[in-house]
């Protein structure tokens, strides 16, 4: 028998992850499945009590029950429990153990594509407060990143996010004008924001006008292929990022958790990249 996975979240039916962890299966020479468990918000409770009848060995959870999910579970790991959000869930002897891989598979995909990056000392700029930043945040301060500012629409969000980080982290609260005129300051740039997202395509959180030559610009909204503001990163003489890396590698730590093996997902990026320019159908 092989392995069993899922997703539970809801809307649940379009998402990319049975396609990319049946490439994990294939690739590693596992048996196994990734079922879509789309659980309506009225039923969330009674799924999850049905879910454990099952012998399901891991699961991953997506919007809207990333907080949500955390009462139902047996232990949170530290760094889950930092961020407050849970996306994958372990089932280790019936105990159903969370952790947040999104954050984390964001800083593998950074380092992946830019090996040569020194996290200890770079100075990031984080645009926007919202959920997708709460890992970000917390993933690169662990990685040690001395300085890490955060430029969003509401201060009082950016605050609220600024608590997470740790101690040896400088953290200030920007507006998106300051963080504008302030761009030299920084080596890193990560978008956060849905802003850009299809089919607003034009949208553009700030102008990169002030950006470093050789930063780092990177975007985690993977459609459009090429948004707005990493077109204008290339322009200028920037680094890019796409968040198509961030997508593959946040599934490639849950699939390690889940089978306790180390996957190489450069090839699955490269693939799911040529599905997106070729169609849809992935
Ligand atoms: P997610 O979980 O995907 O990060 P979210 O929690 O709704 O989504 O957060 C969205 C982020 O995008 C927030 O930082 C939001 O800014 P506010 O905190 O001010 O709402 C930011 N955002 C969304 N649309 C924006 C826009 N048009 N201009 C500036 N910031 C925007």
């Known amino acids: 028998m ?19 962890h049946e490439q994990f299966l294939k690739k590693q020479g596992e048996q196994g499945a990734y079922r879509i468990f789309e659980t309506s918000p009225d039923v969330l409770k009674d799924k999850l009590q049905a879910l454990k009848m099952v012998e399901v060995d891991g699961f991953n959870v997506t919007v809207p029950y990333k907080e949500e999910i955390i009462p139902y579970l047996d232990e949170v790991d530290s760094y889950a429990s930092s961020v407050g959000a849970v996306n994958t869930v372990h089932v280790q002897d019936g105990k159903w153990i969370g952790y947040n891989t999104d954050g984390k598979g964001y800083v593998r995909s950074l380092v992946e594509e830019y090996p ?5 000392k770079t100075r990031v700029l984080i645009l926007g ?15 040690g ?18 608590k997470l980080r740790c101690e040896s982290t400088e953290s200030s609260v920007l507006s998106l004008e ?8 920084y080596d890193l740039i990560v978008q956060t924001t849905s802003v850009g997202m299809t089919p607003d395509e ?4 700030i102008s990169l006008r002030n950006v470093k030559h050789n930063a780092i610009v990177s975007d985690i909204v ?3 292929f090429e948004t707005s503001i990493l077109k204008e ?17 946040q599934a490639a730590l849950a699939f390690e958790q889940w089978t306790e093996t180390f996957v190489e997902a450069n090839d699955i990026v490269t693939k799911f990249e040529q599905q997106l320019k070729g169609d849809t159908t992935c």
């Open 2 to 20: 092989g392995y069993l996975f899922g997703l539970v979240g809801y809307p649940a039916k379009h998402s990319k992850s049975p396609w990319i």
């Open 116 to 120: 040569d990056t020194n996290l200890n």
């Open 129 to 143: 407060a919202g959920g997708a930043a709460r890992g970000i945040y917390r993933a690169l301060a662990e990685a």
């Open 145 to 162: 990143a001395p300085v890490i500012d955060i430029a969003n629409r509401t201060a009082s969000r950016g605050e609220a996010l600024r």
């Open 178 to 185: 300051k963080a504008e005129e302030g761009l030299s300051n």
């Open 202 to 205: 034009s949208g553009q959180i």
């Open 222 to 224: 993977y459609k459009p």
């Open 233 to 249: 990163a290339k322009n200028r003489g920037a680094r890019v990022l796409n968040g198509h890396g961030m997508l593959i590698y």
